[in-house]
């Protein structure tokens, strides 16, 4: 048999909270997640303001938290960033970098990431590594060549003792926010292509979570898959209800695998 790996879900929540609701739902996700299997992972990535309060009313509940981004530089005049160690401050575990928002909007290439996910480790975070390709790429079948250039670019700065404590999350772009998730098949095909990389780097099971529309309907399906080791959660992590849904659903799979 070999090794099971964990599962591991956490929400992005994006730009989205304030406080009286966060509180509410933060409250919610550390009750649900207290019923959940011991080999199911939770977490949550809040926009930075709200780090203070995730660790308030997380740190007595099985779910950890973190940032949705970094700076690519420890400290200095750098207006407007936030370096990898005042998130630690705060108590968090988790960064994502490279998630496509930032890619897209903010120009972030593909060895700024690369450096990014150093910061990360050098604070001592787990860095979810964010790679996907755009529809027009998927067409062109270019899709392993791009995930692959986005991966490989983070691999290549890392030594494998490095390599083994980072996540990958493979979201490709368009299936976010858009209600249409990738098949179980299309995203095992990718995880299976990344795990090869990973295995290859040394790190064979680094988790990798499938990102783009799940949700409580089809989580169960796409945690199923031999490579797919959770989920990174957009929409459906700000209703507390289809988060623990889509958590439970890594629950049962990881009982029945
Ligand atoms: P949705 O779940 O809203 O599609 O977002 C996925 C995502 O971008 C998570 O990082």
Redesign the pocket.
């Known amino acids: 048999m070999p090794k099971q790996r964990a599962k591991v879900v956490v929400g992005?929540w994006?730009m989205h909270g304030r406080l009286a609701d966060n509180a509410v739902l933060l409250k919610a996700v550390a009750q649900g997640a207290a019923d959940l299997p011991e080999n199911v992972l939770v977490g949550v990535c809040v926009p930075f303001p709200y780090l203070a309060q995730a660790q308030a009313l997380l740190a007595d509940s099985r779910v950890v938290w973190g940032a949705q981004d970094v700076s690519a530089h420890t400290e200095g005049a750098y207006t407007g960033e936030v370096a990898a160690p005042m998130v630690v401050d705060y108590g968090a575990s988790l960064a994502?970098v490279g998630?496509?928002?930032r890619r897209n909007y903010h120009g972030e290439s593909v060895e700024l990431v690369a450096v990014k996910t150093q910061r990360v480790l050098e604070a001592g975070l787990t860095p979810i590594v964010?790679v996907g390709e755009t529809l027009e790429q998927r067409d062109a079948g270019e899709t392993s060549q791009v995930v692959g250039t986005q991966l490989d670019a983070v691999l290549a700065k890392l030594s494998p003792q490095e390599a083994v404590r980072i996540v990958v999350?493979y979201?490709p772009i368009w299936?976010?926010?858009?209600?249409e998730?990738a098949t179980s098949q299309q995203a095992q095909e990718v995880h299976a292509f990344l795990r090869g990389r990973l295995v290859a780097k040394g790190a064979p099971d680094v988790p990798l979570l499938y990102?783009?529309?799940?949700?409580p309907e089809n989580a169960e399906e796409l945690f199923r898959q031999p490579d797919i080791d959770g989920g990174?959660?957009?929409?459906?992590?700000l209703k507390y209800k289809d988060f623990l849904a889509i958590c439970e659903a890594a629950g049962a799979v990881s009982v029945t695998q």
């Open positions: 992005n994006k994502i998630h496509s928002e964010c999350a979201e299936a976010i926010g858009t209600g998730s990102g783009g529309s799940v949700k990174l959660i957009g929409g459906a992590s």
